[in-house]
């Protein structure tokens, strides 16, 4: 019996409680719901505060009733992935979570959301933020993905640059990023121009070798079809039926970020990632990145991606870090902003006592 067809077997309602149990047809994909020693459903319990008892092939969810509507939502959405032949894992609850999460725009059932497919299998969204982020590169030429670290912005454009090579539909990749010295001088790194940069490119290289085998990264690097370069080796070039991405991006001055996005030809498709709350840029200088979202962000064929913490896909500390870091941003803003009003509230009464 499939979960997403008939298993709902008994609802009931008390205040604003309520409970809900669910059947399953199939034992061996309900011990892979559950995980080893019940972690997948302990894991949902602790995200949602529900109560979760299994008995048999049944599952009963007790509690605030919306959370109860995400539970059964998430458990049967899982269910129906494990009939599929799909595996579970941790990182895969958590996202299950977070795209049924109360609010979470847009809230599809997990088996209608996007996927990009490569030839090392199918990449599918796991936050409300990455599910419209992979909409937007599958239909418009440039897109920008704005966010923290951890949301995926690079390793999803990287994946459908490659889904589209490998299906013919641009002839080349090129992964480009700002050489920024971020603390540490390349004057002073040891060997040649390209093992001074390749440091700098190194999370490029991991997302490809994570889409395609080592090899074929090699081959096809060999060949000229996959290019990794500093953003200054884009200069006078024109580039045509290529996927380029441009990452770190909140670390281009405003003329690099104009010569990279005019370097755009005919086929081509270009995806922008950066962090605003991460430029290293020297005091005084105006992040390109900032710049060009302020300039171009609305213009036909041009589509923006704006991550929050919420989808953080890394390890679950990751997402309260950049919470903490946040937070403390906000309280530093007041302190100045209720300084300010002060000042201006005494030289106010400085003013009307004259």
Known sequence: MSADRSNTLTQSNAGQGRAVTLQFGNNALLSQLLGDHDRHLIRVEQALGVRLACRGNRIAITGDATQVETAQVTLNGLYSRLERGHQLSSSDIDAALKLNARGAEPRLPLSDLPAIRTRRGAIQPRSPGQTGYMEMLARHEMVFGIGPAGTGKTYLAVAQ??????????????????????????????????????????????????????????????????????????????????????????????????????????????????????IDLPNGVTSGLADALATVEGVQGIGVTRFSRQDVVRHPLVGRIVEAYDQRATAEQDVVRDARRHHRSRESDSGTSK
């Open 161 to 278: 640059a490659v889904a589209m090579l490998q299906t013919g539909q641009v002839d080349r990749i090129i992964l480009s990023r700002p050489a920024v010295e971020a603390g540490e001088r390349l004057g002073f790194l040891p060997g040649d121009m390209k093992e001074k940069v390749d440091p700098y490119l190194r999370p490029l290289y991991d997302a490809l070798n994570d889409m395609m085998p080592g090899d074929q990264v090699i081959r096809r690097m060999a060949a000229g079809e996959i290019e990794v370069a500093p953003l200054a080796f884009m200069r006078g070039r024109t580039l045509s039926h290529a996927f380029a991405i441009l990452d770190e991006a909140q670390n281009t001055t405003p003329m690099q970020m104009k010569m990279f996005l005019t370097r755009m030809g005919e086929g081509t498709r270009m995806v922008i990632t950066g962090d605003l709350s991460q």
